[in-house]
């Protein structure tokens, strides 16, 4: 298998499995949203709380050049470790959410 489809099927498994997880407070479902046409893979969460409607991007990745951008991460525990884990090379991630300028100075590719 070649690269780009390993690192799809794993950010594919990690939405999914992010998906699972049930929010604690409100009517609230959780969507994960895979376009492997774009290469772009978000978790969405919709639906009603005590303040109101909720339309939120809770994760955020996607593929650029052969690198696992992180657009957007709203976990709670972050999904770096997860991405590690499952075989993203340290120098295949970015952290798109960091100000480029600063991306150096973390243990992630700068671009």
């Keep these: 298998?070649?690269?780009?489809?390993k690192y799809r099927?794993?950010?594919e498994s990690v939405?999914?499995?992010?998906?699972?997880?049930?929010?604690?407070?409100g009517q609230i479902e959780s969507l994960s949203i895979c376009d492997r046409e774009?290469?772009?893979y978000l978790l969405m969460?919709?639906?009603w709380d005590k303040t109101g409607r909720v339309h939120a991007v809770a994760l955020h990745l996607r593929i650029v050049e052969?690198?696992?951008?992180?657009?957007?991460d709203g976990t709670e525990r972050?999904?770096?470790e997860d991405?590690?884990?499952?075989?993203?090379?340290?120098?295949d991630i970015v952290l798109g959410f960091i100000r480029p300028e600063q991306r150096q100075f973390t243990d992630f590719s700068a671009a």
């Design 1 to 5: 298998m070649d690269k780009l489809e």
């Design 78 to 80: 972050g999904i770096t």
């Design 38 to 40: 774009s290469d772009n």
């Design 45 to 47: 969460d919709t639906g």
């Design 66 to 72: 052969g690198k696992v951008w992180i657009e957007w």
């Design 83 to 91: 991405l590690l884990n499952l075989g993203v090379a340290k120098e």
């Design 15 to 25: 939405v999914k499995k992010h998906a699972q997880y049930q929010p604690s407070h």
């Design 9 to 11: 099927q794993i950010i």
